[in-house]
């Protein structure tokens, strides 16, 4: 059974930073792109990032040059790095795995809470 | 940047009627990178449709997609309770995703 688990989440101040965290499980990992999405309370779906099983890397522009995604295909995970987190920031973070289907997002995880406020 | 529009914001249907729900592109995408997803509160959302209209593994057949060019549509063919949801359209092109702003299905 395909599983993402995510993990990391919390609340941080603004201009502070965190680590999301997703541990895949069920598939071959290194096979495969994922990405990290997130829903602001209220809103809907907004991409964020992407990484390719060869570690091309693609970013939104609202987080452009403040998240970085990495991966250790060793350990079966993928990250998120927030820096200068923003309150519109937050909101709950899913990791998804991409484009065995196209290019749609077949499995997701259940998503993580990251909010920034003082 | 792409821009999806989702049209309506929310429609009030019973179960058993048919749900038509549309996805305007603000430019022409390319079919096999649209796709819809279904998302319930405190779940993670489900891949329906992708490449416009093709199921995705284990969604019924009353859920379809159609559409090419800026126009796309999810039909779902008879609701059943469970689909009462939000849905949202989705689109990959030069190397990024966008979502349209979702439609919620709600019971009348």
């Known amino acids: 059974e395909v599983q993402l688990v995510e993990s990391g989440g919390g609340l941080v101040q603004p201009g502070g930073s965190l680590r999301l965290s997703c541990v895949a499980s069920?598939?071959?990992?290194?096979?495969?792109?994922i990405n990290w999405v997130r829903q602001a309370p209220g809103k809907g779906l907004e991409w964020v990032s992407y990484?390719?099983?060869?570690?091309?890397?693609y970013y939104a522009d609202s987080v452009k040059g403040r998240f970085t995604i990495s991966r250790d295909n060793a350990k079966n995970s993928l990250y998120l790095q927030m820096n200068s987190l923003r309150a519109e920031d937050t909101a709950v973070y899913y990791c998804a795995r991409c484009c065995v289907a196209g290019h749609g997002f077949d499995y997701w995880g259940q998503g993580i809470l990251v909010t920034v406020s003082s | 940047e792409i821009v999806l529009t989702q049209s309506p914001g929310t429609l009030s249907l019973s179960p058993g009627e048919r749900a038509t729900l549309s996805c305007r592109a603000s430019q022409s995408v390319s079919s096999s990178y649209v796709a819809w997803y279904q998302h319930k509160l405190g779940q993670a959302p489900r891949l329906l449709i992708y490449g416009s209209s093709n199921r995705a593994t284990g969604i019924p057949d009353r859920f379809s997609g159609s559409g090419s060019g800026t126009d796309f549509t999810l039909s779902i063919g008879r609701l059943e309770p469970e689909d009462f949801a939000v849905y949202y359209c989705?689109?990959?092109?030069?190397?990024?995703?966008?979502f349209g702003q979702g439609t919620k299905v709600e019971i009348k």
């Open positions: 069920g598939f071959t990992f290194s096979s495969y792109s």
């Open positions: 990484i390719s099983s060869i570690d091309n890397t």
């Open positions: 989705q689109q990959y092109g030069s190397s990024l995703w966008t």
